[in-house]
T-cell receptor, first 113, second 116 residues
Framework: NAGVMQNPRHLVRRRGQEARLRCSPM?????VYWYRQLPEEGLKFMVY????????ESGMPKERFSAEFPKEGPSILRIQQVVRGDSAAYFC???????????FGDGTRLSIL | AQSVTQPDIHITVSEGASLELRCNYS??????LFWYVQSPGQGLQLLLK??????LVQGIKGFEAEFKRSQSSFNLRKPSVHWSDAAEYFC??????????????FGAGTQVVVTP
């Protein structure tokens, strides 16, 4: 009965590289949410996806960031041409319906050199 | 737009003492309210939730929270803390009026330190 699985746990990139963060939701969950946590801050909503659809991306930066949740496989949060300010912990959560509590993964800590 | 305020950034409490963490929200209707706990290097674990009904909700690990509409508050309490309760606690509100239900608003968190 695995929970939400995120990988990698830690990711180091140099400025200008691409970062790909993966999230496998809990079994049976079709709703996925991505959040970003900056040091000493709470979580900030980024994007909400269902299978093959982006429901709400109002928290995503307009450039360089994208997310997908394909029919098969994990959800991917992609950051192109990373900058120092992208350093943060990125959390994925999933739920079985949109009005149910979200279950969180352990996060991916992204560090930009 | 909804917002969540956790007035206390940091709280130190002795083991065995009671704990209360404050959470105030701003929202036009009855919100869905949650408390999560985060241990260092870990994700968030749901402690309890309030959707409707009884305003005093029980959660895991001996925690409870009370929804007070008149004060726009949803404070978290535990009668006697254990050293393992040292962690960061987040209050969150969910918007039940839109289709984008996943757009939780989180407070900035309260760091709890437990002393012997």
């Amino acid at each position: 009965n695995a929970g939400v699985m995120q990988n990698p746990r830690h990711l180091v990139r140099r400025r200008g590289q691409e970062a790909r963060l993966r999230c496998s939701p809990m079994k049976g969950h079709s709703h996925v949410y991505w959040y970003r946590q900056l040091p000493e801050e709470g979580l900030k909503f980024m994007v909400y996806l269902q299978k093959e659809n982006i429901i709400d991306e109002s928290g995503m930066p307009k450039e360089r960031f994208s997310a997908e949740f394909p029919k098969e496989g994990p959800s991917i949060l992609r950051i192109q041409q990373v900058v120092r300010g992208d350093s943060a912990a990125y959390f994925c959560a999933s739920s079985d319906y949109s009005n149910q509590p979200q279950h969180f993964g352990d996060g991916t800590r992204l560090s930009i050199l | 737009a909804q917002s969540v305020t956790q007035p206390d950034i940091h709280i130190t409490v002795s083991e065995g003492a009671s704990l209360e963490l404050r959470c105030n929200y701003s929202y036009g209707a009855t919100p869905y309210l949650f408390w999560y706990v985060q241990s260092p290097g870990q994700g968030l674990q749901l402690l309890l939730k309030y959707f409707s009904g009884d305003t005093l909700v029980q959660g895991i690990k001996g925690f409870e929270a009370e929804f007070k509409r008149s004060q726009s508050s949803f404070n978290l309490r535990k009668p006697s803390v254990h050293w393992s309760d040292a962690a960061e606690y987040f209050c969150a509100v969910g918007d039940m009026t839109t289709d984008s239900w996943g757009k939780f608003q989180f407070g900035a968190g309260t760091q709890v330190v437990v002393t012997p």
